[in-house]
């Protein structure tokens, strides 16, 4: 018997639960049907129930002896708003709105793993199972801690887990330091004076401004940063005019920046500025810049990584468990949880990442076959932070 199965044997009611939050998807901050399916499952398992926290969130917490240590455990409920293309039985009853990044599966393997802790508590402290809201974007995770998560249930150090197409299912990947992006936008408005197009000396032409700080701001991450820091700065919109023969007035860019730490954001953003100055006064316009910043970098600590990645080897050998991979530049809010704790945030394998089972594509779905790796690798994780006394 592998050590996955003697943990987490394959359970046909986990399977139906994640197949039933599949087939009923809920948008950020309106999981109530959700948050009610979790509260059923961890009230079966005699488990203590908080809801509403950051709207939606649920923590259920769970004892073990009577040790005072303390450990969360965190998924995501939320679903995107995709059409979704697939045809199996378990697909989406509402329209417009998708379990395309496979939240379904995380809520589904930390129900798994709070109900067998629960029934074995063969291990010495307080876990807390944090199912949250609103991942996709709106920050769900950030509301909880402003809801007094942290003071409500004191931990020592928080865990996530996303599943990864492109990783076989059996596979784990476990970064040490930076694991996924921040993601921060950007608005920059190019105030030009209108003229005849075929006058144009007579204006001051915010589209040829524009054309140039889109060309400026390719030099940002090529010039300005440390060749060793990755970061991407994508302009990925640029709206000015509606004529042939006339001049705009104004010109509108937007884009996105992503990097993994908070000194290369604040460079870029800087950057950012004294390009719009400059670009400004070469071509005579006035440009002004709004920068927001939106998810954190997602840092894991190095010595609870490494707890991590000894925990997914022991159940699935050292050889499937990559500690090398590189991060994404995709963003999570886990990275507010992990802004005041320490913590891991790690990749399980969803199996193959072709043909449209990549996250966020119409065609995607989770994969059951990792739901007792999922929850293995939580009960297992808990006993070894919170061993049980001899
Ligand atoms: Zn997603
Ligand atoms: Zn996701």
């Known amino acids: 018997m592998s050590a996955i199965d003697r943990i987490a044997p394959v359970s046909p009611e986990l399977k139906a639960i994640r197949r039933d939050i599949h087939a009923h998807p809920e948008l950020a901050f309106a999981e109530h049907r959700t948050a009610a399916v979790v509260v059923r499952e961890l009230q079966k398992a005699g488990i203590e129930v908080h809801q509403g926290i950051g709207g939606t969130g649920v923590v259920g917490v769970i004892r073990g002896g009577r040790g005072l240590r303390a450990i969360g455990l965190r998924a995501d409920m939320d679903a995107l708003s995709i059409t979704e293309r697939n045809t199996f039985e378990h697909r989406s009853t509402h329209a417009g709105c998708m379990h395309a990044c496979g939240h379904d599966g995380h809520t589904t393997m930390l129900l798994g793993a709070a109900q067998a802790l629960a029934a074995a508590r063969d291990f010495d402290g307080v876990v807390y199972v944090i199912f949250q809201p609103a991942e996709e974007g709106e920050g769900g995770g950030r509301v909880m801690i402003e809801d007094g998560l942290f003071e409500r249930f004191p931990m020592e150090a928080v865990f996530g887990m996303h599943n990864w197409p492109g990783i076989p299912a059996g596979q784990f990947a476990v970064h040490t330091g930076p694991v996924m992006a921040s993601a921060d936008r950007f608005d920059i408005e190019v105030f030009g004076t209108g003229a005849h197009a075929a006058m144009p000396h007579l204006g001051a032409d915010p589209v040829a401004a524009g054309a140039a700080l889109v060309q400026a701001i390719q030099t940002i991450v090529s010039r300005t ?7 991407v700065v994508s302009v990925t919109q640029f709206h000015a005019g509606e004529a042939y023969n006339v001049i705009p007035d104004r010109a509108t860019l937007c884009g996105t920046v992503r990097a993994f730490s908070e000194s290369v954001q604040q460079r870029i953003e800087s950057r950012l500025r004294e390009l719009c100055e400059g670009v400004g006064a070469a071509f005579g316009v006035r440009i002004e810049l709004a920068y927001r910043r939106g998810y954190p970098p997602t840092i894991n600590t190095a010595a609870e990584a490494a707890l991590c990645a000894q925990t997914a080897a022991s159940l699935v050998g050292s050889e499937n468990v990559d500690t090398g991979a590189r991060p994404s530049m995709g963003a999570e809010d886990f990275a507010y949880f992990l802004q005041r704790k320490p913590g891991a945030y790690v990749w399980i394998g969803n199996g193959p990442g072709e043909g449209g089972c990549m996250l966020h594509n119409p065609n995607y779905d989770f994969n059951d076959d990792i739901l ?12 070894r932070i919170l061993p049980p006394h001899a």
Do not use: F, R, S
């Open 225 to 231: 940063l440390d060749p060793a820091d990755a970061a």
């Open 372 to 383: 007792n790796v999922g929850v293995a690798y939580w009960v297992e994780l808990v006993k």
